[in-house]
């Protein structure tokens, strides 16, 4: 099993799921600030999805770092989109689940460290 390219998937199935649920379902309770943001973070979420597959089909290429990269993207993934469909879902139901707020920035920044890490595999 090639672990990055089953999690890609799994993101990438996601991704549509949940676009096609923001795009229909939620397009009735949501603003239009909250659908823009949820929007945000299924770009964000298929974006990456996509980085793993590639990265899955490209496995020979990755050397030291390609634990800290799965798991950089994956945790990124989690936490960055995830916290923006929590906290849009949670605004627009009038209970908005604070504590979400500062974890979306770090999953930001795990994602970037992802590419980081791809940048420092791929000029060593």
Known sequence: ????????????????????????????????????????GVKYQMYHALLLVVLGFNIQLITQY?????????????????????????????KKLKFLGPITPIGGLLLLLGWILLILNSIN
Do not use: P, R, V
């Open 1 to 40: 099993m090639n672990l990055f390219i089953t999690t890609g998937a799994i993101f990438g199935a996601l991704g549509i799921i949940l676009g096609a649920f923001g795009a229909h379902a939620l397009k009735k309770i949501f603003s239009e600030d909250q659908l823009k943001n949820f929007e945000t």
């Open 66 to 94: 390609q634990n800290l990269i799965y798991y950089a993207l994956t945790w990124g993934i989690l936490l960055f989109s995830f916290s923006i469909y929590g906290l849009c879902i949670s605004s627009a139901l009038n």
